[in-house]
């Protein structure tokens, strides 16, 4: 199996702070990929790290092949980035923010215009193009942002909680783009706390808590023997014994006001 | 607090105001502190322009100016609510719109809430002062207390009307747009006030005759042209100028209250949708491109351009950088020139004013930087994304600097001097343009985008350190240029070799912009992780 991705002993420390401490992993190339774990646990370092965008403090990190800090030119051509956190050019229109990005990812102007009103169309943002982003709702910025993520075509898409705060019916068409990018043998790679989320969409899972990885490997391996993705989380970072029931016996309906 | 009840709305409403107030003495140590100095210093000025109005009893043009003084009080209270919507909180109706008021009492419950205050109470004062520099006789003193009630009602209600009107645009984010522009009103206001002062200092306040002769049918200036008139003994036109004011309270309490009753009752401005497209900018961006665009030079250079050149006019905070800078370029040369006191050689201000917005590129960027980050994979992109910044920058700037300088040689009739100034002009743009590359490179700090802080806290060393020392070297750079300029002028050679110095510095400054981006672009393209996370802070 060919790796997409392939992280070795990556640290980053933020003053006293460990935000990610030592992670090791291979992702396999041509799968959907889900980074998991509790708000916190160093998705988004890790993901900076791994995208450019965020020096560690040790380790390396490969991308097809490629070494990340020692071979840029041949990194970022092959990936398309949507962090979390950081803003878009937002006073562009979503029509002109998607030409800008073609053309600084050197497509040539006629080819970044074709892609850009294709993923308008796609992505139900074709109605909102002369808008600008500024004025766009949360799932629009996701879509617009997925959007200029997937116009060069990369080979691995980093996608940093695309679907926080998008509401369902965003959601479902970004996950029929993303099933129909990852069909073509396209591996994509994307953090969430949300584990029904991840369950159902990735085949492929690596759990993260407290800046390391808990577990990594197919859905299944990962899942084990526990009925979820959730209840198999919950007992990877320990957080299973407590039940919040028993302090909080005044709450509800039937007991004493 | 229901209408029904007995409970007078107006008393709860001054209470809430009171309260507000009040609170802003609680906030943390340097906000308190903010708070406080802002409020004394407003009160010293109003007491100081008390005094000072007082002295110009008896003036034979003192009323030309309190009318005009009022009349600038009246369009302070109309703009206020424009620039500084978070200023007053009981400014925003539709706090209130849960509770259940009828329109009537809540009118009178919030006009004189707005009476409470430093603002009003600095109203106040100026007002009391613009009576008493021209009230003469008994009449006039009665009639003065009326024409300050007046005057200081229109003034809160026409603030109200206002804000009340524009309340849909001021919760928007064009709104919050336009509320950072304010700061650049302001900066470029006190330079017309400067320049008007000035004037006024050398040419008498009889230069304000004409003027005032307007305003004094103007509410709220009509309501201090009456005590004025009566001292006057006109005691028609007095009592026709109170009316006028009497009659523009009425109207202006009334168009409030209907505003007011329809933010009542229609949906809040967070629930509209802004969705429907203005015709006009559909059209204009339909299509791959604007026509100026297709001007622009092919691939990631013209790119670079288009995006920046957007920027300075759709990113507030761009915009407002671009407008004081432009403003503040052509009014220190060309004021002065009027004034007969410049130098020719001010025109240079232009280019360095102008040339201070290629400092701090990737700060304008905010964390945005991140998109340009990914599509730089070495010094050649750095290189090419720098030197688009630098085209854009000069496209606007290369024609400007060369019409005030131009303007400037006109104003003064120094033809002679034009090449020089223009060289000198240039060689300055160049070495701001070279400078201001390597310190974005360098000393990349982050811009807030709201409010008008242009430096977050813990970056202003590192903003000292880019804008002053850039200027610095800019400065020191350009020494070669004015050496040879001083060298001229001290031999015989300056009218016949002085134009010599036109293509020197047009060189001379392209040299130093190559240099200094030559020198930027790899620096830039090593340090994009670490530039990324310096302008991400705001």
């Known amino acids: 199996m060919t790796s997409a991705v392939s992280v070795r002993g990556l640290w980053k420390r933020f003053g006293q702070q460990v935000a990610v401490g030592g992670i090791d992993l291979e992702l396999p190339a041509g799968r959907f990929i889900g980074l998991v774990g509790p708000n916190g646990a160093g998705k988004t370092t890790t993901l900076s790290m791994v995208t450019g965008l965020l020096r560690p403090d040790q380790g390396s990190v490969e991308v097809v092949g490629h070494d990340v800090w020692r071979d840029p030119v041949a990194v970022k051509a092959r990936i398309g980035v949507l962090p979390e956190g950081l803003r878009l050019f937002e006073r562009l229109s979503g029509r002109e923010l998607l030409g800008y990005t073609g053309r600084l990812r050197g497509l040539p102007g006629a080819e970044a215009d074709r892609r850009a009103a294709q993923l308008l169309d796609v992505l139900d943002l074709a109605g909102a193009q002369h808008k600008l982003v500024v004025d766009y709702s949360t799932g629009m910025r996701k879509k617009i942002g997925l ?42 790679v994307f953090s969430s706390h949300v584990m029904e989320l991840v369950e159902s969409l990735c085949d492929w899972v690596a759990v993260m808590a407290a800046g390391r990885i808990r577990a990594h490997g197919t859905l299944a391996e990962v899942r084990g023997d526990q009925p979820s993705l959730q209840q198999a989380f919950l007992h990877l970072v320990g957080a299973t014994g407590r039940d919040a029931g028993t302090d909080l016996d005044w709450l509800g309906g039937g007991a004493d006001r | 607090m229901s209408g029904t009840s007995g409970t007078p709305v107006t008393a709860v409403v001054v209470r809430l105001k009171l309260s507000l107030l009040r609170n802003g003495l609680r906030q943390s140590g340097g906000r308190r502190a903010a708070y406080v100095a802002s409020a004394v210093v407003a009160l010293v000025f109003a007491a100081l322009q008390l005094i000072g109005l007082i002295a110009l009893r008896g003036h034979a043009h003192a009323d030309a100016l309190v009318v005009l003084l009022a009349a600038v009080l009246g369009l302070g209270w109309a703009v206020m609510p424009l620039f500084f919507p978070g200023g007053d909180e009981t400014l925003d109706p539709t706090r209130l719109v849960m509770l259940p008021l009828r329109p009537r009492p809540l009118v009178r419950a919030l006009l004189a809430a707005s009476l409470v205050g430093i603002g009003p109470l600095f109203t106040l004062l100026m007002l009391v002062g613009s009576v008493i520099a021209v009230a003469h006789g008994a009449a006039a003193y009665a009639v003065s207390v009326v024409a300050v009630v007046l005057a200081l009602l229109l003034c809160v209600a026409l603030a109200r009307a206002v ?151 759709r990113d507030p905070k761009t915009k407002a950088a671009w407008v004081t800078s432009l403003a503040i370029g052509v009014i220190v040369p060309v004021f002065n020139a009027v004034q007969g006191t410049g130098s020719v050689y001010f025109a240079c201000f232009a280019a360095g004013m102008l040339g201070i917005q290629m400092y701090n590129q990737f700060g304008q960027d905010t964390s945005a930087f991140w998109m340009v980050a990914m599509t730089i994979s070495g010094a050649r992109d ?27 040689t006109a104003l003064l009739d120094t033809w002679g001097r034009l090449p020089e100034v223009l060289g000198l002009s240039f060689a300055l743009l160049g070495a701001m343009l070279g400078t201001g590359a390597w310190t974005s490179a360098r000393f990349p700090y982050s811009i807030p985008q709201e409010g008008h802080k242009n430096v977050v806290p813990g970056q202003v060393g590192l903003a000292w350190m880019s804008i002053f020392g850039g200027m610095v070297a800019a400065a020191l750079l350009c020494a070669p240029v004015i050496v040879l300029t001083v060298w001229l002028h001290a031999g015989p050679g300056a009218d016949a070799y002085g134009w010599l110095l036109l293509p020197a510095g047009l060189v001379y400054g392209a040299a130093l912009t190559m240099l200094g981006l030559r020198l930027a672009a790899p620096r830039t393209a090593a340090r994009l992780p670490e530039i990324l996370s310096a302008v991400s802070k705001g």
């Open chain 1, 147 to 188: 959007a200029a993520a997937l116009l060069h075509n990369p080979e691995v898409l980093f996608l940093d909680e695309p679907f926080e705060g998008v509401d369902p019916v965003s959601a479902q068409t970004i996950r029929g783009v993303l099933e129909r990018y990852t069909a073509s043998g396209a591996t994509v």
């Open chain 2, 163 to 313: 804000a009340a009107a524009n309340i849909r645009l001021l919760t928007s984010r064009r709104g919050r747009d336009l509320a950072v522009l304010s700061g650049l009103v302001i900066a470029v206001g006190a330079q017309v006030v400067n320049f008007g002062a000035q004037r006024l200092g050398s040419a008498g306040l009889g230069q304000l005759d004409p003027a005032a002769d307007v305003l004094r049918w103007v509410p709220p200036a009509a309501a201090v042209g009456a005590v004025h008139a009566v001292s006057d003994e006109a005691y028609g036109q007095a009592a026709a100028q109170l009316l006028l004011c009497v009659a523009a309270l009425v109207a202006l309490v009334r168009v409030w209250a209907r505003s007011l009753e329809r933010l009542m009752t229609a949906p809040d401005g967070s629930t509209l949708h802004a969705a429907v497209p203005d015709g006009r900018a559909r059209d204009a961006s339909r299509g791959a491109s604007h026509g100026w665009e297709r001007l622009l030079p092919a691939g990631r250079t013209g790119t670079v351009m288009g995006r920046s050149l957007r920027y300075i006019w």
């Open chain 2, 382 to 408: 750095a290189y090419v994304e720098l030197r688009g910044r630098a085209l854009a920058l000069l496209v606007v700037t290369m024609p400007y600097a060369a019409l005030v300088t131009v303007l400037t």
